[in-house]
């Protein structure tokens, strides 16, 4: 299973779409296998969510994201977590051991509803 936290430094990016990078974490039997870090590929309407379901992400963490693009990833089976704040590895160990929520979206845009992913 893979995790895609929106990154900006070692800190959680505010936005998903115009963050400067994407860390992506490889998980199994519920502990972080490998970890990569690529760059956006660019923010532009519908793309992300497909760009990330290619590459097997079944849930994305940001600090916030639109309603819209919240249910295109829902339509690509991608779990949504927003309001999420403070660094990239506080938040996958949060996710791991299950305690991590969506809070306040953090950008100016509505808070929506998230998927369901189930933790591996």
């Known amino acids: 299973m893979k995790i895609a936290i929106a990154t900006d430094g070692d ?3 505010s936005h998903f779409g115009r963050c400067p990078a994407y860390t992506i974490y490889n998980v199994a039997d519920g502990k972080v296998v490998s970890k990569t870090v690529i760059p956006n590929p660019g923010h532009e309407p519908g793309f992300l969510p497909r760009y990330l379901s ?12 639109g309603p819209r693009a919240q249910g295109l990833f829902s339509e690509q089976g991608i779990e949504t977590f927003t309001g999420v704040s403070g660094s990239v590895e506080e938040a996958i160990l949060a996710y791991l051991a299950d305690t991590l929520v969506s809070r306040e979206n953090l950008c100016d845009h509505e808070e929506g509803e998230h998927g369901h992913c189930h933790h591996g």
């Open 11 to 13: 800190s959680v990016a």
């Open 54 to 65: 290619n590459l097997g992400v079944c849930c994305i963490i940001a600090g916030g994201m």
